[in-house]
Antibody, heavy 120, light 113 residues
Framework: QLQLQESGPGLVKPSETLSLTCTVS??????????WDWIRQPPGKGLEWIGS???????SYNPSLKSRVTISVDTSKNQFSLKMSSVTAADTAIYYC????????????WGQGTLVTVSS | DIVMTQSPDSLAVSVGERATINCKSS????????????LAWYQQKPGQPPKLLIY???TRESGVPDRFSGSGSGTDFTLTISSLQAEDVAVYYC?????????FGQGTKLEIK
């Protein structure tokens, strides 16, 4: 059974960089055709796709966040990561990592999410 | 970006009754080469991540009860719960994955009347 688990600081100061890691268990992150997503949800609000990565390192980002976001993969640790720079209070959200079966597919496995608060 | 608009924003239905949620996309999400609608529905209960219910607009994910069904094509889609159960209380989201960035509707909150 595939499982995803987000980890990282729950509190980040404004203007600093948010860093999160998603650890995948139950399958290899290098499994063919899978893409790995970051999605966020401000408290009480809707869902926003941040970006995707393939095990090869190929990435795709939401244009609204592209200038501040980097997603990377570490196949040796079966993990992928999110870095978001210059954060503001508007970046306060639950951050989810998720898996989809191909580039243009829905996310069929999700982590439980981790709340990141941006505050001084 | 494709804008997804759901209606209503909230809905209260009695147990055993039918619940219907609508989703409209700002452009067609039907891919003509394979005749598939790139539209999914998710259910999100409080404190939980979204759960995939339906993809390709009408295909139920494995393990999803058959009281959940999806319909529609092009730009207009519907999620129907044929006989509402207490455990169906949740927020429901539609999502297009026709092109990048994938985008979600604003959500519909479903409650028991």
């Amino acid at each position: 059974q595939l499982q995803l688990q987000e980890s990282g600081p729950g509190l980040v100061k404004p203007s600093e960089t948010l860093s999160l890691t998603c650890t995948v268990s139950g399958d290899s992150i290098s499994s063919s055709s899978y893409y790995w997503d970051w999605i966020r949800q401000p408290p009480g609000k809707g869902l926003e796709w941040i970006g995707s990565i393939y095990y090869s390192g190929s990435t795709s980002y939401n244009p609204s966040l592209k200038s501040r976001v980097t997603i990377s993969v570490d196949t040796s640790k079966n993990q992928f990561s999110l870095k978001m720079s210059s954060v503001t209070a508007a970046d306060t959200a639950i951050y989810y990592c998720a898996k989809k079966g191909d580039y243009l597919r829905p996310d069929d496995y999700w982590g439980q999410g981790t709340l990141v608060t941006v505050s001084s | 970006d494709i804008v997804m608009t759901q209606s209503p924003d909230s809905l209260a239905v009695s147990v055993g009754e039918r619940a219907t949620i609508n989703c409209k996309s700002s452009q067609s999400v039907l891919y003509s080469s394979n005749n598939k609608n790139y539209l999914a529905w998710y259910q999100q209960k409080p404190g939980q991540p979204p759960k995939l219910l339906i993809y390709w607009a009408s295909t139920r994910e494995s393990g999803v009860p058959d009281r959940f069904s999806g319909s529609g094509s092009g730009t207009d889609f519907t999620l129907t719960i044929s006989s509402l159960q207490a455990e169906d209380v949740a927020v429901y989201y539609c999502q297009q994955y026709f092109n990048s960035p994938p985008t979600f509707g604003q959500g519909t909150k479903l409650e028991i009347k």
